[in-house]
Nanobody, 126 residues
Framework: DVQLQASGGGLVQAGGSVRLSCEVS????????VAWFRQAPGKEREAVSC???????YYSDSVKSRFTISRDNAENTVYLQMNSLEPDDTAVYYC????????????????????WGQGTLVTVSS
């Protein structure tokens, strides 16, 4: 089976930066697309960013130009560098892995992901 461990969340002031990590274990990491989703209190879970197994990247409009996703196949880890943070970025951030990447058009659909991590809380104070 595949396990995902998200880490790196915390409290940060608006305008600051945080880097999240998602360590993937249990299967061949190179075969998986990995995405970050977030869920704010009272809101639905939404896609933030995705990186395919061929390193294609996708971002939601709300984070484009502020967030950067990357992967280190040697470390079996995907990172989300979040800069210029805003209070609206406050949420629990989840990473998820997809065995057969459905393509960039569908990266935002939670149903396409086979495995999920436990989430890490990012709080941005104003």
């Amino acid at each position: 089976d595949v396990q995902l461990q998200a880490s790196g969340g915390g409290l940060v002031q608006a305008g600051g930066s945080v880097r999240l990590s998602c360590e993937v274990s249990g299967r061949t990491f190179d075969d998986y697309a990995v995405a970050w989703f977030r869920q704010a209190p009272g809101k639905e879970r939404e896609a933030v960013s995705c990186i395919s197994n061929s390193d294609a990247t996708y971002y939601s409009d709300s984070v484009k130009s502020r967030f950067t996703i990357s992967r280190d196949n040697a470390e079996n880890t995907v990172y989300l560098q979040m800069n210029s943070l805003e209070p609206d970025d406050t949420a629990v951030y989840y990473c998820a892995a997809q065995r057969s990447f459905k393509g960039g058009t569908y990266y935002y659909q939670t149903s396409n992901y086979d495995y999920w991590g436990q989430g890490t809380l990012v709080t941005v104070s104003s």
